[in-house]
């Protein structure tokens, strides 16, 4: 059957793409486990590893999926939705997954982003990275890509979100409603529209210029590209498509609001030439941006505007909601061809065999629309004026909401602000110069707008632990170090627990670990053939887990594992390393882990930054300017963004990839640098008290605080990014009020 073949030709190339992959993985590497439907039939599960890749297996039937997940680990699907680790929570339905989850109500309350929201709802519905057929999907919310200009605060720029793509053209809205209204084959029930707004097709469209998507396509297609004049080769001709063209009802894929490289042809293909005579090559952009990386953070600030938030509860009735199917569906415009919806067909009750492969080639060009997670309407966002009223007001916040003094006026090198609420110790954990450290416990975060005052009496407490400096509560680390180590903030980590502190630059080319308790030595790490001159650690998994990277002045890099259960580096009986990263040839002084992209950002006392993954291999260096030789402190953001700051007050901005984006250079005194969780906001902090707020993408000032009476010598944000916590070189500790969205609304409408 020829359909049959040319679907299972990207099949064939995928096993090309894993040519080093044996059947085998870890079974304390699972981090979640999902089940998941393949050609409508619940007989699948996508299992996730900890180092955030994740497999996808096909079963016989629905029985043998229940047998695999109970003899795999007691993950659920991951502690992220606020859903216990069991086994019923990987097998449950996809609706029970969203009544279960609390993550509606934290994007309620804006506690997480517009897109990290449509994520989860496209996780739990079954969307998945792993099957073209079931591509996670995201909507178009911008419908002006030809003015030299965009501005953000302008309703008319922006799409409505209460209809399905195939209905915003009023004419085309017409010609579907009729379609439905005349429907004459008895042979299948009537649909609005015959193509799909998610297809393996046109997630294959989008990603054309990016391996390994360009060879799915060329595979499926007889190894030629698709005729130019339908490739995708322009923002505005896409749109215009969207609105006109009868079979063309496609919505967006994630990458449109992360990827910058797809719209890039840096492999050369030859797409051919379009019927204007002009050739196919790179994407052509909307006049608002002048470099795929503008578009995809216009296109992200779009997605989080205000007129997205308001309207975003009523796209999701249409993709996972009620008006997904029935009666709601027919009103909306919204029914699709019923061999996309899950239950119109059962595959194993088709005894005959050319009929199975007609139905499956079917449901594979057809697309498949994503399991129903509600069935009544899914409720709207708060506002941003009612969560936040003050931040529309001209009086804005008070700055410093806190300073805390520490007896000892030793420098404060290193701040931890781990100060989740779920946590027994919420704190900020702080340690000097002189290594002594503080549990500074946190009980709330002050409200904005309140004076220094005023926040005296509001429920924020922070007493220093360090007090009894004597006998068996001893908060000083004595244990010697090599002489010619300086003390910095790369010298600590403090695990997301607050429990334990690690610390290193010990002569006898250890880490150690120190109960933050007690104070007391609890693990000794060896692995090094010279001095540990710089730790860090990944954002936490389960129970605490994260991954430790361990650079020395033998120029390699060590990745070990943190058990948060046993408070204990190393899950293996010989307490060896995960992995060896190898590249640097002069002693290690910055590092960086991004546990979300799997990725270990590391710079060399003299240079290169590389990356590696966190499985041992070298991806690139990342190359700044000539002179930005000697790299000094690396923040990267969840979604990798990098920055570096270099001697002599050079800062650059590279995409994960190695892009360099932006460079800047300011008076040499950084001690502390800080990404915001979403990589748009940069804090910066130095030897003149200065804290100061830049927008990432230019380096453009935003904002800067008043003046401190002494320098900055390491800072970190509370989880929910409303306070700044500052070390000071006086010894104290200034927590400041920190606005990210009050900026955006300053300074970021007009593009």
């Known amino acids: 059957n020829p359909a049959q073949q040319r679907a299972e030709r990207p099949e064939k190339c995928v096993l090309a793409y894993t040519e080093g992959l044996h059947g085998k993985w870890m079974f304390s590497e699972i981090r979640a486990v999902f089940s998941r439907r393949y050609l409508l039939q619940n007989t699948a599960m996508e299992v996730f590893m900890a180092n955030r890749t994740s497999v996808m297996f096909n079963f016989p039937d629905q029985a043998t999926v229940k047998k695999v997940v109970y003899s795999l680990p007691r993950v659920g699907v991951g502690t992220s939705y606020g859903l216990p680790q069991a086994r019923r929570i990987s097998l449950a339905t996809p609706r029970q997954l969203f009544k279960s989850s609390n993550m509606t109500q934290r994007w309620q309350r804006r506690e997480i982003s517009n897109f990290e929201y449509l994520m989860f709802l496209n996780t739990i519905a079954g969307r998945t990275y792993n099957d073209l057929n079931q591509y996670p999907v995201f909507p178009w919310v911008l419908t002006n890509y030809d003015s030299e200009e965009l501005d953000l605060t302008l309703p008319g720029n922006f799409r409505d979100l209460s209809k399905p793509v195939g209905a915003l053209n009023p004419k085309r809205a017409a010609f579907y409603a009729e379609r439905y209204e005349t429907w004459e084959d008895d042979q299948t029930p009537p649909c609005h529209y015959n193509s799909h707004y998610s297809t393996a097709a046109s997630t294959l469209h989008w990603l054309v210029r990016i391996e390994p998507f360009t060879t799915f396509l060329l595979s499926a297609n007889n190894n030629k590209f698709d005729h130019p004049d339908r490739t995708f080769s322009a923002i505005a001709r896409s749109w215009r498509n969207c609105q006109r063209d009868t079979s063309d009802v496609k919505e967006l894929i994630p990458e449109f609001y992360y990827l910058p490289e797809m719209f890039v042809n840096s492999n050369g293909y030859h797409l051919g030439m379009r019927e204007d005579r002009t050739m196919v090559c790179d994407v052509d952009l909307p006049a608002w941006a002048k470099k795929p990386e503008d578009l995809v953070r216009i296109n992200r600030m779009a997605l989080e505007s205000e007129f997205v938030s308001c309207q975003l509860h009523q796209w999701i009735d249409l993709i996972f909601g009620y008006k997904q199917r029935g009666p709601e569906a027919v009103r909306a415009l919204n029914v699709f061809h019923y061999l996309t919806y899950e239950g119109s067909v059962k595959l194993d009750s088709i005894t005959d065999p050319p009929l199975r492969e007609a139905t499956e080639a079917q449901i594979q060009s057809f697309g498949q629309t994503p399991s129903q997670l ?113 003390i910095t903030t790369h010298c600590f980590v403090v695990t997301a627990d607050n429990r334990y502190i690690l610390v290193c630059g010990f002569w006898d080319k250890s880490f150690r670990v120190y109960s933050s308790e007690t104070g007391k030595l609890t693990q000794i790490v060896f692995g090094h053939w010279d001095v540990v001159t710089c730790l860090a650690r990944s954002e936490s998994y389960i129970g605490g887990d994260c991954y430790i990277v361990s650079g020395s002045r033998d120029a390699t890099l060590l990745l070990w594992y943190w058990s948060g259960r046993h408070h204990i580096i190393g899950d293996n009986p010989n307490n060896t390393p995960r992995a060896v990263l190898t590249g640097h040839d002069q002693e290690v002084v910055c590092v960086s882990v991004c546990a979300e992209l799997g990725l270990v950002i590391s710079g060399a006392k003299e240079g290169p930054c590389l990356v590696h993954t966190i499985t041992g291999d070298l991806l690139r260096a990342l190359e700044g300017p000539e002179h930005y030789r000697c790299p000094r402190l690396i923040s990267v953001s969840s979604e990798g963004h990098c920055i570096i700051k270099y001697e002599r007050g050079c800062f650059c901005n590279f995409s994960i990839n190695g892009k360099l984006l932006a460079q800047m250079e300011v008076n040499d005194s950084t001690r502390a640098i800080l990404l915001s969780s979403d990589g748009h906001n940069l804090v910066t902090g130095g030897d003149n008290g200065v804290v100061e707020v830049w927008q990432a993408c230019d380096f453009k000032q935003l904002y800067v605080y008043p003046g401190c009476d002494a320098g900055i010598r390491a800072m970190d944000l509370s989880h929910d990014q409303r306070t700044l916590i500052t070390g000071m070189a006086s010894g104290s500790i200034v927590a400041f009020n920190i606005d990210f969205n009050r900026w955006h609304y300053e300074h970021q409408n007009r593009y």
């Open 374 to 486: 509600l069935i009544e309407p899914h409720p709207p966002r708060s506002s941003a004026m009612h969560l936040s009223p003050l931040m529309f007001k001209d009086q804005m916040q008070q700055d410093v909401i806190m300073v805390l003094k520490f007896p000892s006026n030793s420098p404060v090198t290193h701040v931890a602000a781990n100060t989740l609420p779920h946590l027994t110790i919420p704190a900020v954990v702080t340690v000097t110069c002189s290594r002594v450290f503080a549990v500074n416990r946190w009980h709330n975060t002050v409200a904005p707008g309140y004076s220094l005052e005023q926040a005296h009496h509001l429920p924020i407490e922070m007493d220093s632990l360090v007090a009894n400096n004597t006998g068996s509560n001893k908060r000083q680390i004595t244990d010697l170090v090599d002489q010619s180590i300086q």
